[in-house]
């Protein structure tokens, strides 16, 4: 099935979807693409928001900016998301987890890129609006849609 059907089809069945992805067996070359589109995809929901900020404060050139989010989004993230995925797992064998790092390392991989459009949206919403109410309400619904698809889909993995 196409990615962006799968990321549509998270958000109605989160649990289903990675059973599914799991169900191809461990293929680190498609979680590390899966994190990587997601990073790229968060990387480019930054631009309207350091635009933004490059207008308002020249000082610091938008060239700038954006190698700097470069860096921590495409570079630094993943490694940081393979961390907590560690994290998350070790944590789910204190709960009596049975899946496997590569289950956990899935499950928030995917999570992540399917929460990935709204982050796009939290972009625009930065880049034209800027600091405010409809931010922090798009911010709020981002961070409350990862965290339902992130921990549906751990469930399912560590079963």
């Known amino acids: 099935m196409p990615v962006t059907l799968d990321m549509l089809r998270s958000w109605r069945d989160p649990r289903g979807v990675i059973r599914a992805k799991l169900a ?35 000082e610091v050139p938008l060239e700038a900016r954006m ?14 998301l393979y961390a907590v995925a560690a994290l998350s797992h070790l944590v789910a064998r204190l709960f009596g ?5 590569f289950s956990a390392r899935l499950a928030l991989f995917w999570a992540l890129l399917s929460v990935a459009p709204l982050m796009l949206l939290n972009g625009l919403v930065a880049g034209f609006l800027g600091q405010g109410a409809a931010l922090t309400a798009v911010g709020i619904a981002v961070a409350a849609g990862f965290l339902y ?10 079963r």
């Open 97 to 101: 987890g049975k899946g496997t790092w």
């Open 24 to 58: 191809d067996g461990p293929r680190e070359d498609r979680a590390l693409a899966t994190v990587m589109g997601a990073c790229a995809l968060i990387f480019v929901s930054q631009w309207p928001r350091l635009s933004r900020e490059a207008f308002l404060q020249p």
């Open 67 to 80: 190698v700097g989010a470069l860096m921590g989004v495409v570079f630094l993230l993943p490694l940081f």
């Open 149 to 158: 698809l992130w921990i549906n889909m751990l469930i399912e993995a560590e």
